[in-house]
T-cell receptor, first 115, second 111 residues
Framework: NAGVTQTPKFQVLKTGQSMTLQCAQDMNHNSMYWYRQDPGMGLRLIYYSASEGTTDKGEVPNGYNVSRLNKREFSLRLESAAPSQTSVYFC??????????????FGSGTRLTVV | RKEVEQDPGPFNVPEGATVAFNCTYSNSASQSFFWYRQDCRKEPKLLMSVYSSGNEDGRFTAQLNRASQYISLLIRDSKLSDSATYLCVVKLDFGNEKLTFGTGTRLTIIP
């Protein structure tokens, strides 16, 4: 059971370059999320998808786009990378079940540096 | 004001001691509460949910005070393996699965 798989694990970009972070989950969860984590800022929600075919902005969406390709996959795209986007990016998925021990399952993260 | 606030620490505690963290949240409509653990350079993982009546999982006890809008985590008989950052997490309402994370409290257990 792989859970949530993110690729790549590490990436260095030059300012202005574009890239897509990939995320896939095999737990049949409806909801998926992209967070970024910066020192002293905690995890901040970039975008989320409550179900296949829907996406919504989170707290810090500027400079990013997302695609919920199907139920399994949720990708994050940086169209024109900026040094302020240097961060650790986490993808997560969840499924709310009443009475269940609800929680997110996170991917292992992507460490992105923009120079 | 941040939605979820935690003392960042660090807390440096000798092995075997008891340590407690508190966390406050700003939205009184918050419905569900959790503690996550994050090891250095790893992803966060669910440690335990926090129930209104308080709950215990081995050496860990979580408490919720809705009137004062704070959550606590108590770790007894601390182990070296408890060294990590502990994230306080809040879920706003039943119709929304989004979680809001605190910035975390760093704990180091000293041999």
């Amino acid at each position: 059971n792989a859970g949530v798989t993110q690729t790549p694990k590490f990436q260095v970009l030059k300012t202005g370059q574009s890239m897509t972070l990939q995320c896939a989950q095999d737990m049949n969860h409806n909801s998926m999320y992209w967070y970024r984590q910066d020192p002293g800022m905690g995890l901040r929600l970039i975008y989320y998808s409550a179900s296949e075919g829907t996406t919504d902005k989170g707290e810090v969406p500027n400079g990013y786009n997302v695609s919920r390709l199907n139920k399994r996959e949720f990708s994050l795209r940086l169209e024109s990378a900026a040094p302020s986007q240097t961060s650790v990016y986490f993808c997560a998925s969840s499924e709310w079940r009443a009475g269940g021990n609800y929680g997110y399952t996170f991917g292992s993260g992507t460490r992105l540096t923009v120079v | 004001r941040k939605e979820v606030e935690q003392d960042p620490g660090p807390f440096n505690v000798p092995e075997g001691a008891t340590v407690a963290f508190n966390c406050t949240y700003s939205n009184s409509a918050s419905q569900s509460f959790f503690w996550y653990r994050q090891d250095c350079r790893k992803e966060p993982k669910l440690l335990m949910s926090v129930y209104s009546s308080g709950n215990e999982d081995g050496r860990f006890t979580a408490q919720l005070n809705r009137a004062s809008q704070y959550i606590s985590l108590l770790i007894r008989d601390s182990k070296l393996s408890d060294s990590a950052t502990y994230l306080c997490v809040v879920k706003l309402d039943f119709g929304n699965e989004k979680l809001t994370f605190g910035t975390g409290t760093r704990l180091t257990i000293i041999p």
